[in-house]
């Protein structure tokens, strides 16, 4: 659905902004990525259009900051060459996904470094920044203060040994790189040391009563989603620190201050600045939505944690600036999709990562069908193949591929593709039409307020309700018999079953938009608006259908076995073949040693019978060729053990998007 006509506000109409969490450039989105921010914000953009508002859809990729730093220094490039490599990489995977950016912009630009450095300038003339001194790790072996996410240790408060020095990827804690227990610098493994360092800090503290008021207001107008408002909530309950929003790094926005120059803002309060200034990259006139609070709602999808940069530190950061801001409308939040059990991981090759699903030959509209039907809205949810398969076959196929193409076919066959003449008001005693009608719009009343509430899992379900009820009016009354015997009824029935075709044409194209199209082709008519009420003659008698096509195939159920091997299967069936095969090794090893101790004893003891006096050079020998087997099986059985605490990466929440 992107255009390349300019989107801007119009004076008394519903003015939309979307965002969806920009993703960090530095790794390659995996499923759980797709579904927690760009395709949930990509359903909302769409249904927002399709009811005529003007709409915009802006993301990015988020690429400044130590996580950027740390990746080039691993693979050898430069931050820059990196960013450019990787943006390429996400924007062609949303693509293939179907995500309808109006436009996907990146917060290395210049409009980043103006606008983030202004919204700094006045936060200090307000009195809201401070500067101090404090304690921070060094490492004396390449002679460089470390960011938090050069240092890596285990977490203070759970004891996860792979926690990084600005979060726990496991309990979701927010640390500090001194508080790791047994630190450890990212770039050669050395034990930092710490060291005094001067960073400007963003008193928050400052600002709680400001943003404890936006919170009350903006949570109950915007209907945030609740696992949004109680990660909100939990921040403002604790009380607001003053954090450091400056590092010492190359990698990021100048420090516009004498003093600095050798420091960058902090990406957690540098990133949400990326929208506005993406936003600027798309047009001149940015403030016409970002400086618009009484015409523009802004919505804002991501992970849940990420909640307290969008909620709390952003916001704080535009009351602070004393500037007029379009601030938070509605939060969206998701849990964490797993996969089959587990963890993405990608070093383990656990799950389905960027180019993964297309190289299933399953098409976009299929994916992210089932992604919005199991989108994790109120807990974690899982990706599992066998549900996946089971998705298309019993639901998009047997539901909405079966109405659809038997119904076109039938009316290419038998009516040379022409709509017969009916009457949207016809009714008898074999079916109650009118009620039908009314039982589609009481539906469609359902599709349409959970949508604008953005229950997008809830809307999903009943456009597929709709369905049904297509399939309904079809089954038993759509054959030959009934065309010859019964031709009244039969043309309204086919009037009202193409209408509903129709119909949802529409209401599927925030969910499945190349679907949505392939209905308006052979139905030969252009997508309509979603309306609030449906009335069955959109499509009159004489309109002639285009050809039929299949919207969904088949997948064949052996394929779940083959893509669970290939995409890691479940970690719990993964670690319970390697505890079998150590336990089967360990066993066979045990048995082995047995026998031959057993062996030697009886060799001894047959030898003791024989020749008293060599009792005791015999056992020395039968002890040492005993002995040294046994450390040949340990070894072997030691190769073959699960290794302990190398899951960690598996056990932590998936990668999120930025910031």
Known sequence: ??????????????????????????????LGNVIGSVLSADVYSRFSKLRNRPTLFICGTDEYGTATEARARETGQTPKELCDEFHVKHKAIYDWFEIGFDYFGRTTTEQQTVIAQDIFMKLYKNGYLEERTTLQPYCEHHHSFLADRFVEGTCPKCQYDDARGDQCDKCGSLLDALELINPRCKVDGTTPVPK?????????????????????????????????????????????????????????TPVPLPGYEKKVLYVWFDACIGYPSITANYTK????????????????????????????????????????????????????????????????????????????GIPPSVWRYYLIANRPETGDTQFEWKAFIAG???????????FVNRLVKF?????????????????????????????????????????????????????????????LILAGR??????????????????????????????????????????????????????????????????????AAYLFTRIPEEKEAEWRGKYGGTQASRQAEEDAKAKKAADKARDK????????????????????????????TGEAKVAEPAKETAKETEVILPLRGVAAEEQAPPPSAAP
Do not use: C
């Open 392 to 402: 298309n076959n019993s639901e998009l196929l047997a539901n909405v591929g079966n």
């Open 593 to 620: 040693e047995r026998k031959k101790a057993k062996k030697e004893a009886a060799k001894a003891a047959g030898s003791s019978t024989d020749a008293p006096q060599e009792t005791a050079p015999k056992k020395e």
């Open 196 to 252: 005094n360092t001067t960073h400007i800090f963003m008193r928050l503290d400052k600002v709680q009563e400001d943003v404890a008021k936006f919170f009350a207001q903006s949570s109950v107008e915007g209907g945030w989603s609740p696992n949004g408002i109680s990660i909100t909530k939990s921040w403002l309950d604790k009380g607001l620190e003053g954090r450091s929003i400056t590092r010492d790094l190359s990698w990021g």
């Open 285 to 360: 006139d940015w403030e016409l939505w970002w400086r618009n609070p009484e015409q523009v709602k802004l919505y804002q999808f991501m992970g849940k944690d990420n909640v307290p940069f969008h909620t709390v530190i952003f916001p704080g950061s535009q009351l602070g600036t004393k500037d007029k801001w379009t601030k938070l409308h509605n939060i969206s939040v998701t849990e964490y999709l797993n996969y089959e059990q587990g963890k993405f991981s990608k070093s383990r090759g656990i799950g389905v990562f960027g180019d993964g699903a297309k190289e299933t």
């Open 411 to 471: 009316v290419n066959a038998k009516l040379g593709g022409v709509i017969p003449e009916f009457s949207a008001t016809y009714e008898d005693d074999s079916f109650d039409f009118p009620g039908f009608i009314g039982e589609v719009n009481a539906l469609l009343a359902e599709y349409v307020a959970d949508m604008e509430a953005v229950h997008l899992r809830s809307g999903l379900k009943k456009f597929m309700e709709i369905s049904a009820k297509g399939n």
């Open 1 to 30: 659905m992107a255009t390349t006509k300019i989107i801007l506000p119009e004076e008394g109409k519903n003015n939309i902004l979307i965002t969806s969490a920009l993703p960090y450039v530095n790794n390659i989105p995996h």
């Open 478 to 547: 759509l054959d030959n018999a009934n065309l010859a015997n019964s031709p009244e009824r039969t043309h309204a029935i086919i009037g009202l079953a193409l209408n509903l075709a129709y119909l949802l044409a529409s209401l599927s194209s925030p969910f499945m938009p190349a679907t949505a199209t392939s209905i308006t082709e052979q139905l030969n008519a252009p997508l309509l608006s979603i309306p609030d009420k449906w009335s069955p003659g959109a499509l009159p008698g004489g309109h002639k259908l285009g050809k």
